[in-house]
C-alpha cells in the first residue's frame, strides 16, 4: 500500500468513525427478510393457485443454500473464533443463535402455509396427495404394484452397526429411519441396547412424486409415505417399532485452497468430494420422531439442539415445482409472457448488420435471449469472423453457445474462453464444459488464481472493409438461455470502437496474467470498481453540499459492502436523494434521522428474479450511467473479476433508465425497507403498478408497433451483393 492509499484508507477510517455504530444490518438476517418475502407469494391469495406452490418451493430450495453456504460458513467461524463480531456487532455464536430461531420460525410458517392452506385449495381442484391408510382399494392396488415394480427392486435398507462407521449419506436427501426392536440371541439376558436402527436412502433413481390413478383431475403420493407403507416388505422377520423420514444438509461452503493446488481441474473435483463428506449443518426430521430415534441420528452426526429441525409435514418441499408442472391446469398458472422480438433487430439480416446499425440494449426475460445466442451462431460460422472471446460463469445444461463456440474452433477460429470452475454449485457442469470444449480446440482458461472470473463478456473480431472491427455483447446476466427466460436482466450489444480497445485489454489482462491495464471506459474489480463506485457517490455528495440537484439510483442484488455504505450514508447526510432497488440482502439502514433520511431502499419480488445491476448518477445534469456484474459486497469489489459497463447510447440510455425508474413506482410487488431491516409492502393506492407487467407491457408494444410498420412499408427482394 502506497502513501496516498494509507492516506486514503485513514481518511475514510475517520469519516467512518463519525458514524453510528449500530449503522449495519446483519447480512444473514437480511437475507432471512428475503426470503420471508419470497414466502410472502406463497401466502398471497391474489396469486393463482400453482404460482403460490411455487413459491413455497422456492422458498425452501432458497434456505437449503443458505444452509448449506451461509449457516456452514458462520460454524466454520465458529469452530475458529466464535467470538468475532460481524459489522452489525454480532458475535458468531449470537448470529447463530438468531439464525436458527428465525429459520425455525421459518418453516412453521413454510408448512402452515402448506397444510392449512395450500394443500386444501389444491384438493378443492382435484390435485390430491393420496393418504394409503384413507383411500380406495383401487388407489391402494395401485400403490402396492407400483412398491413392488418400481420400488422394492431398486431401493435398499442399510443396517447399522455400532462396530461400522455411520453410511455416508446424500446432502439434501430424503431418507427414512427405521428403529427396529433388537432380536436376542437364544439364551442372552444381557441388558444390552433394546434397538437396532437401519437407514433407507430414497435416492433419485426413482421420482419423488408417485403418480396415482385418478377418476378426474390429479392424484400423487410421495414415495417416502410409499415406502413407509409397505415398510415390513423390507424386513422380514423384524418387529418395527418406527419410520420417520429426515434430511440432512451439508457444508457447502468449501472453497478450493488453490495455493496447494497444482492442477485446478483436479483440485475442483477434489471440492466437489469434500462437499459430499463435509458436516451436516442442519437434521430435517419427521417431528413425530421419538425421542431414540432423534438422539440417534444427532449423535450419528454430532449435531447440537440448535441444528434440528422438527417438521410437520413432507420434507423437502421443492417436489411442489413437479405439481406446478402438471399439464391440465393452466388456470391455475399465470398466464404465459413469450419473450418478444426487438425492433431493431431484423431477422432477415446478419447481427452483425443490426449492430453496425447502432448499439442494441435487450431488457430480459421481456426480450428475447435469442438475439445473444445468434450472434455467437453466426460468429461460429461466419468466414470474416477471426476470433471469439467470451467468459462463461454459468450455462444450460445443453448449452447451444458452448456447441457455437467447439464449432468455431473446428471452423478454424481463435476461440478463447474463460470457465469459473469455481463457480458455486456448477463446478461439475463447468468441468464438463472445459474439457469439451478442450477437445474442440478451444483455449480454455481456468479462470484467476484467488478471484472468480464473474464479469460476463463476449467478443467477437471480425474483418470489414474498413479494418478490424469488434462486436461485444456485455450483460448483467449469465450465457444461459434458460434462465433468461426467468431473470430479469439486461445485454448491451454494441460495436463501440472505444469500448471494443477496452474490453480487448481486459480480456488479454484476464487470460495472460498479466498487470492490468487503465481502461478508459470500462471499469473492473478488483483493480478500479470499489474506487470507481465510493468516487461517483462522493462526487454526487460534493455536488450537493455545494447546491446542485442530485440523485443516485441502483439496481442490485444484495448491498454488503461497508465502504460503499458509509459513503452512501455520508451523501444522504449531505441531501443526496438516493433510490435502491435491492432484490436480497441490504446491510443499510434506511430512513434515520440525521444518518439516512433521503434514502429509500425497496425489493421486487414478482414472477421473475431481479437480477439486473443498473447504476444511475446525476452528474451535473450531465447523467452517468451503467450496467455492471457485480453487486455492492466485498466478495465482488474485491475477490471476483467483475466488470461496469457506461451505457452511452441516447436510445439505450432512456430504454434502461426507464426500466430502473419503474421499479420505484411499483405499488403491487415492492416491499420498503424499514430502519430495523424489517419491511412492509407497498399497497396501490388508486392506481396499481407493477413494474414486470409495466417492462413486459412495453415489450409488447414495441413489438407490435414493429409489424404495423411491416404491414405498411414495401421491401424489396435484392441480389445478396447489393446488401
Known amino acids: ?48 393457485l400453482l404460482e403460490r406452490a411455487k413459491f413455497l418451493a422456492i422458498s425452501s430450495s432458497n434456505l437449503d443454500e443458505f444452509m448449506m453456504v451461509r449457516v456452514g460458513s458462520l460454524q466454520m467461524q465458529y469452530q475458529r473464533n466464535s467470538m468475532v463480531r460481524d459489522a452489525s456487532g454480532l458475535t458468531v455464536g449470537e448470529q447463530l443463535i438468531a439464525v436458527a430461531h428465525r429459520c425455525e420460525v421459518f418453516a412453521n410458517r413454510q408448512y402452515s402455509i402448506l397444510s392449512e392452506d395450500l394443500e386444501p385449495l389444491l384438493a378443492e381442484h382435484d390435485i390430491h396427495r393420496i393418504d394409503l391408510g384413507n ?62 436402527f437401519a437407514v433407507i436412502p430414497l435416492g433419485r433413481t426413482v421420482p419423488r412424486v408417485v403418480l396415482m390413478p385418478s377418476d378426474r383431475g390429479h392424484s400423487y403420493l410421495l414415495l417416502e409415505d410409499l415406502i413407509k407403507h409397505y415398510i415390513d416388505e423390507f424386513f422380514p422377520g423384524r418387529e418395527i417399532v418406527e419410520c420417520i423420514a429426515f434430511r440432512i444438509t451439508r457444508n457447502a461452503d468449501i472453497e478450493l485452497q488453490e495455493d496447494a493446488a497444482a492442477d485446478l481441474m483436479i483440485g475442483m473435483e477434489e471440492v466437489l468430494e469434500s462437499r459430499r463428506q463435509s458436516r451436516v449443518t442442519r437434521l430435517e426430521y419427521s417431528h413425530d420422531a421419538s425421542d431414540a430415534t432423534l438422539a440417534f441420528l444427532s449423535e450419528k452426526m454430532q449435531l447440537r439442539g440448535q441444528d434440528l429441525y422438527p417438521i410437520a409435514g413432507p420434507l423437502d418441499l421443492s417436489y411442489l415445482f413437479t405439481l406446478h408442472g402438471l399439464e391440465g391446469f393452466d388456470a391455475l398458472r399465470n398466464d404465459a409472457w413469450p419473450p418478444q422480438r426487438v425492433s431493431r433487430i431484423d431477422p432477415s439480416e446478419t447481427m452483425f448488420s443490426s449492430i453496425s446499425r447502432g448499439d442494441i440494449l435487450l431488457l430480459h426475460p421481456y426480450e428475447s435471449f435469442d438475439p445473444v445466442v445468434r450472434l455467437i451462431e453466426e460468429a461460429a460460422v461466419d468466414a470474416d469472423v477471426l476470433a471469439i472471446k467470451q467468459v462463461l460463469y454459468r450455462t444450460s445444461r445443453n448449452s447451444p453457445i458452448v456447441a457455437a463456440l467447439k464449432r468455431a474452433a473446428k471452423n478454424g477460429k481463435y476461440v478463447s474462453v474463460i470457465v469459473e470452475l469455481k463457480a458455486r454449485f456448477d463446478e461439475a457442469r463447468n468441468i464438463e464444459w472445459a474439457r469439451e470444449m478442450e477437445q ?9 488464481r484467488g478471484l472468480k472470473t464473474h464479469a460476463k463478456i463476449c467478443i467477437i473480431v471480425r474483418r470489414e472493409a474498413q479494418g478490424i472491427v469488434r462486436y461485444m455483447h456485455f450483460g448483467t446476466g449469465n450465457y444461459n438461455e434458460v434462465t433468461a427466460t426467468i431473470y430479469g436482466d439486461v445485454s448491451l450489444l454494441t460495436c ?33 470498481l470499489r474506487t470507481r463506485i465510493v468516487n461517483l457517490i462522493n462526487a454526487e455528495t460534493q455536488r450537493c453540499i455545494e447546491g446542485q440537484r442530485t440523485e443516485i439510483f441502483a439496481k442490485i442484488n444484495a448491498l454488503v459492502d461497508t465502504e460503499v455504505i458509509d459513503a452512501l450514508y455520508r451523501a444522504s447526510q449531505a441531501g443526496v436523494k438516493i433510490l435502491l432497488n435491492v432484490r436480497g440482502v441490504c446491510c443499510l439502514r434506511p430512513g434515520v434521522p440525521g444518518l439516512s433520511e433521503t434514502i429509500r431502499v425497496v425489493s421486487i419480488v414478482d414472477r421473475f428474479l431481479e437480477h439486473a445491476r443498473i447504476i444511475h448518477f446525476r452528474h451535473g445534469g450531465d447523467s452517468e450511467l451503467f450496467i455492471s456484474s457485480a453487486d455492492w459486497m466485498p466478495r465482488n469489489l474485491d475477490r471476483r473479476v467483475e466488470i461496469m459497463v457506461p451505457v452511452d447510447d441516447l436510445a439505450c440510455r432512456e430504454k434502461v433508465m426507464n426500466s430502473l425508474l419503474t421499479y420505484f413506482e411499483d405499488n403491487c410487488n415492492s416491499w420498503e425497507m424499514q430502519a430495523d431491516g424489517s419491511y412492509i409492502r407497498s399497497q396501490p393506492e388508486k392506481h396499481p403498478i407493477r413494474a414486470q407487467e409495466r417492462l413486459y407491457a412495453h415489450a409488447c408494444q414495441a413489438t407490435e408497433q414493429m409489424r404495423q410498420k411491416l404491414r405498411t412499408t414495401f421491401e424489396t427482394h435484392e441480389p445478396p451483393e447489393h446488401r
Open 440 to 448: 474442440a480446440g478451444v483455449q480454455v482458461i481456468y479462470g484467476i
Open 496 to 528: 463501440n470502437e472505444e469500448l471494443g480497445s477496452d474490453a480487448s485489454a481486459f480480456f488479454n489482462a484476464v487470460t495472460g496474467a498479466s498487470q492490468p491495464q487503465k481502461l478508459r471506459h470500462l471499469d473492473s474489480a478488483p483493480t478500479t
Open 135 to 196: 383411500c380406495s382399494d383401487r388407489c391402494r392396488d395401485a400403490a402396492e404394484r407400483r412398491f413392488r415394480n418400481d420400488v422394492l427392486a431398486v431401493i435398499s435398507p442399510q443396517a447399522i452397526f455400532e462396530e461400522r462407521p455411520f453410511p455416508l449419506l446424500q446432502g439434501l436427501g430424503v431418507h427414512l429411519c427405521i428403529r427396529l426392536k433388537t432380536m436376542k440371541k437364544s439364551g442372552d439376558d444381557s441388558e444390552a441396547n433394546p434397538w437396532d
Open 1 to 48: 500500500m502506497n502513501s496516498k492509499q494509507a492516506s486514503n484508507q485513514k481518511t475514510a477510517s475517520h469519516e467512518s468513525d463519525q458514524l453510528p455504530g449500530d449503522r449495519f444490518i446483519n447480512r444473514e438476517l437480511s437475507w432471512l427478510e428475503f426470503n420471508e418475502r419470497v414466502l410472502d407469494q406463497a401466502a398471497d391469495p391474489s396469486m393463482p
